[in-house]
């Protein structure tokens, strides 16, 4: 499509032609009924002055006869603008006037009627005027008229006025619609080719918006909020995708080359069966890391969670403690739980279980103090403490470990950071992530703190909405409490 | 564990062949359907200890085959198995009839104990004992005592349902995972070893000033408690 036609195509262009021809029309038509009322005033006013000079006639007729009236009719033709006269004896035969030719019927019937006449004169031209007919005693007749000159130049004023206001209203109506076109035609031009860049993979553009809060801008806001929303999953897609292949791919040549190795290098049964079970060890971490992403992904793109369970935190704290305790043993760490009764949330049971264990793991796995400092830290417990802050669930997991610098926390949350020192120890380094993601699926965040020393992560979840209480079952617990004892 | 009849229904015929292959070297008959509605006209014949259902099937997908299933008043025990992770996934498995729910990829030691343990637990309803008994160990249900030779043991809670769950299924294999959602309620993956650290503290208290260990490992699959193990 041409320039040209794109902007006559334009909508704008098309909708402000469409306004011009109206107020065109309704130009058209104020001017049409002035012209009338402008007319039919003057034909009145014509009318009244006819009416006036008959009867004036008719009383020189009534008083001194046809003689006298034939004698003042041919005086008065030839005053300068005379009127239109002619007066004819009972048959129609001219007696006097200076109308010559004329219709034979227009003398038929008295009453006022234009009629088109030619003057007497040499410069015998057609003319319109309007007549009065008479008819007086003994059947003679008197035709008074007046020329129409002047009601036609009346109706050409009007003619040209309206003309000229069509011509005006065409040349302003077409100028004003080809501003409006291009103007909006280049908006939306501009946000075309934004669109086009977008489309073209380049997220971090922009659709214009010109600042004038108008509905093409509200649009072109409402337009970019959605790209916002989608360079932000598209973000965690490039980010998953990486990771993937970034932590996918090290455990997978492994495990090929644990496999080539076998088939290579050969050997006995034994060596093969090796070969095997490290094997089916590898694919279960790759299991595992796999699984991890994908719930991960799921609760970054806003994932379901299934229909929310109320969810008891300190109750989920101390199962997941009671499961790590014998680890902690062996660690030689002292596991202990402070949680206050009914913490509820709102959530998957499942998932918040997972998140607490991943974070009593971690601080199992990096909360031992430093072998050769142990004497001068404090008394090395991984502490859990579950309580109510306002709305929230606040559950804290610390530890009196080498703790994480200040500037690495935010960076151990992403998904694989695994710090210098722990790459060592087994692990997906995907344990912190995964609990932040389930925060995140429930509306909760999880943050990284400074123990003094050691490390303290907080995982903070909206309180479930209190629920009705119900006396029933604590008095009976009481009861039962006061008969144990 | 003596032979069992199992149904593998399973769209993958590669997957089914190797399935039925190593349920018929574990000492079971198994029968495969590659599709919905012949695995639920096979399972409608009876006769089966336990079905093994994809949930990705042709013709007849495998959450409406246990429902129907369950309509004609069908109890055969149902294993789901299901390549979708979501987050409920397995209470929808659960929820439709299905007896037990197990995620690919799989290993095969995983599902044979959990088919094992289901097609043990015989029909539902039934009254469960409340004395259990292995050789000369006892676990009393209701007044929560564990003796073993007369001599009372002493268990923290967790550990007596560690042991009540074992000996529930005495003589067959209890995975890990099988500890865990059954004992703890979790489902999730621990990643490190604390269920072999607290099985080995209740196999200290009931095993250790014994002649006789009656708590064994499986080798890559999980433990087994019975009569003369080692």
Do not use: C
């Amino acid at each position: 499509m041409t320039a040209l036609g794109k902007l006559f195509g334009a909508t704008a262009f098309r909708l402000a032609l469409a306004i011009l021809m109206l107020s065109a029309i309704g130009a058209g038509v104020v001017l049409t009924v002035i012209a009338w009322q402008v007319i039919s005033v003057v034909d009145r006013e014509i009318a009244r002055t006819i009416d006036a000079e008959a009867k004036g006639l008719i009383d020189a007729f009534d008083t001194a006869g046809i003689r006298r009236l034939d004698a003042i009719i041919e005086a008065r033709k030839r005053e300068p603008g005379a009127s239109l006269y002619l007066l004819t004896n009972p048959i129609g035969e001219p007696l006097a006037g200076n109308v010559e030719q004329i219709p034979a019927e227009v003398l038929l019937h008295p009453g006022f009627l234009p009629i088109i006449y030619r003057g007497s004169g040499a410069t015998g031209r057609d003319r319109e005027a309007l007549v009065g007919v008479y008819i007086l005693p003994g059947g003679f007749r008197l035709l008074i008229g007046h020329d129409l000159g002047d009601r036609a130049r009346i109706e050409a004023v009007m003619v040209h006025a309206l003309a000229i206001s069509l011509v005006f209203f065409a040349a302003l109506g077409a100028a004003g619609a080809l501003f409006v076109a291009r103007r909006v035609l280049k908006r939306i031009d501009d946000m075309n080719t934004s669109a086009q860049g977008i489309m073209a993979g380049d997220l971090t553009r922009r659709l214009p918006v010109s600042g004038s809060g108008d509905e093409l801008d509200r649009l072109a806001e409402g337009l970019n909020e959605m790209l916002g929303r989608i360079a932000v999953l598209m973000e965690g897609l490039r980010e998953v995708s990486d990771n993937i292949a970034h932590d996918l791919r090290t455990p997978l040549t492994r495990l090929r080359n644990h496999a080539e190795a076998a088939l290579a290098f050969g050997g006995d049964a034994a060596a093969y069966r090796q070969a095997l079970e490290k094997t089916i060890e590898e694919s279960d971490g790759l299991i595992r890391i796999f699984n991890a992403l994908l719930l991960i992904a799921r609760a970054e793109a806003g994932g379901d969670l299934g229909p929310p369970q109320p969810v008891d935190v300190g109750e989920a704290a101390r199962s997941v403690a009671e499961l790590y305790e014998p680890i902690a043993e062996e660690e030689g760490l002292a596991l202990t739980v402070h949680a206050e009764d009914g913490l509820k949330v709102r959530g998957n049971h499942e998932l918040i279980g997972q998140a607490i264990a991943n974070l009593v793991d971690n601080a199992l796995k990096y909360g031992a103090p430093n072998k050769s400092s142990a004497g001068a830290w404090p008394k090395p417990d991984v502490v859990i403490a579950a309580k109510r802050a306002g709305g929230s669930v606040v559950l804290t997991v610390a530890d009196r470990g080498p703790g994480i610098a200040a500037a690495d926390r935010t960076r151990v949350l992403d998904r694989f950071v695994r710090l210098e020192g722990s790459r060592s120890r087994p692990g997906s380094g995907l344990g912190l992530s995964l609990a932040a993601a389930v925060a995140r699926m429930h509306g909760g965040t999880v943050e990284l703190e400074d123990n003094r020393p050691g490390l303290r992560v907080r995982l903070t979840l909206p309180a479930a909405p209190d629920e009705p209480a119900q006396p029933q079952a604590p008095a009976e617990l009481v009861l039962n409490d006061r008969n144990a004892g | 564990m003596s032979d069992m009849r199992i149904l593998i229904i399973e769209d993958d015929r590669d997957a089914a062949q190797y399935l039925a292959k190593a349920f018929r070297e574990a000492g079971h008959v198994a029968d495969q359907a590659n599709d919905g509605l012949t695995g639920y006209d096979l399972a409608l014949e009876g006769g089966y200890d336990v079905a093994v259902v994809d949930r990705m099937l042709p013709k007849m997908d495998g959450l409406t085959l246990v429902g129907a299933l369950r309509k004609q008043m069908n109890e055969t025990p149902v294993l789901i198995l299901s390549a979708l992770g979501q987050v409920d996934d397995r209470v929808k498995g659960l929820r439709a009839g299905g007896d037990d729910y197990l995620s690919k990829p799989y290993a095969f030691s995983e599902l044979l104990a959990r088919v094992e343990a289901l097609a043990r637990r015989g029909p539902k309803g039934a009254p469960e004992e409340t004395v259990l008994r292995v050789a000369d160990l006892t676990l009393d249900r209701l007044s929560h005592k564990v003796t073993r030779r007369s001599e009372e043991i002493v268990l923290q809670p967790r550990e007596f349902r560690l042991l009540e769950y074992l000996m529930q299924n005495a003589g067959k294999v209890v995975t890990r995972t099988m500890l865990l959602e059954h004992v703890w309620d979790y489902h999730f993956d621990p990643q490190t070893n604390v269920i072999d650290v607290h099985v080995s503290r209740l196999r200290a208290k009931i095993d250790r000033d014994f002649d006789a260990p009656l708590l064994s490992t499986v080798r890559g699959a999980g433990y087994m408690i019975r009569d003369g193990a080692r």
